[in-house]
């Protein structure tokens, strides 16, 4: 049994499995592009997945990895997580946040590390791609998920408020506003997709695949289009629409070299 510490955690206090309620499509489209990638894997032995939450996207991986490692700095959420896939002989589970992991894993020989959702809560993306490189055995894979911060949505915003560089303008945004970045509230940054693969190159790994992910995000479309066509059409933009920056969420599968 995992020891969970009552440390202090953002979604300690968060219903973060409500929050999906009524997102089965972003939620579908995010599966859809992990298993895309997977197919560019050609073996997997062990996994880590950082940032797991209520274990949402274990089992769009769990049918290819012989023993799958779930992590997460939240007590309430490694917990949900444990009450689904506990009796699953392959999963483990440990309660840490991103920068205590070096410390926590002695075995650092992961040939996938899977991060969703959780580099807009990192500020120094820097040292956490230096982190998940070293947790990687050589010629392990990375899938990361990031909000792209030069989407079409965005960018047409900001053209209409005369705003003109922003496309080109790699710098991140946090969008969390001034009163609650002085409460030191967690971070919620959108990343320029240029600056993310820069970074990951420095970093010491090699693009494989890029998606955009969610490229149908919008409210009104998914009340008049079933989800089903809603995913046919998602399935053929991913790969091309990854090239225009279009999405909101952009997927990248790279892989640790040298």
Do not use: C
């Amino acid at each position: 049994m995992v020891k969970l510490i009552p440390m202090p955690a953002a979604y300690d206090n968060y219903d973060y499995p409500s929050y999906w309620k009524g997102r089965n499509y972003e939620h579908q489209s995010e599966l859809m592009a992990i298993k895309g990638l997977l197919i560019k894997i050609p073996k997997i032995s062990k996994s880590i997945e950082i940032g797991s939450g209520y274990g949402r996207l274990v089992h769009s991986y769990l049918f290819r990895v012989k023993k799958a490692l779930l992590t997460d700095p939240s007590a309430k959420l490694i917990s949900l997580s444990m009450k689904k896939y506990a009796k699953h002989k392959k999963v483990e589970f440990l309660q840490s946040t991103l920068e205590n992991l070096k410390d926590k894993i002695k075995t650092r020989n992961f040939d996938l590390a899977i991060m969703i959702r959780v580099l807009h809560h990192i500020e120094d993306i820097d040292k956490a791609f230096a982190i998940i490189n070293s947790l990687l055995a050589k010629g392990g894979y990375l899938i990361l998920e990031f909000p792209n911060k030069s989407h079409l949505k965005a960018n047409v915003r900001h053209f209409l408020k005369g705003d003109l560089t922003y496309p080109i303008n790699i710098f991140p945004i946090d969008l969390r506003s001034k009163k609650h970045i002085k409460k030191n509230t967690l971070p919620f940054i959108n990343y320029h997709p240029d600056q993310v693969m820069e970074k990951l190159r420095t970093a010491g790994f090699e693009i494989v695949e890029i998606r955009s992910v969610s490229n149908i995000r919008s409210t009104l479309l998914k009340k008049l289009i079933p989800l089903h066509i809603l995913l046919d059409i998602e399935k053929y933009l991913q790969i091309p629409m990854a090239k225009l920056f279009f999405g909101p969420s952009f997927f990248v599968l790279v892989k640790k070299i040298g």
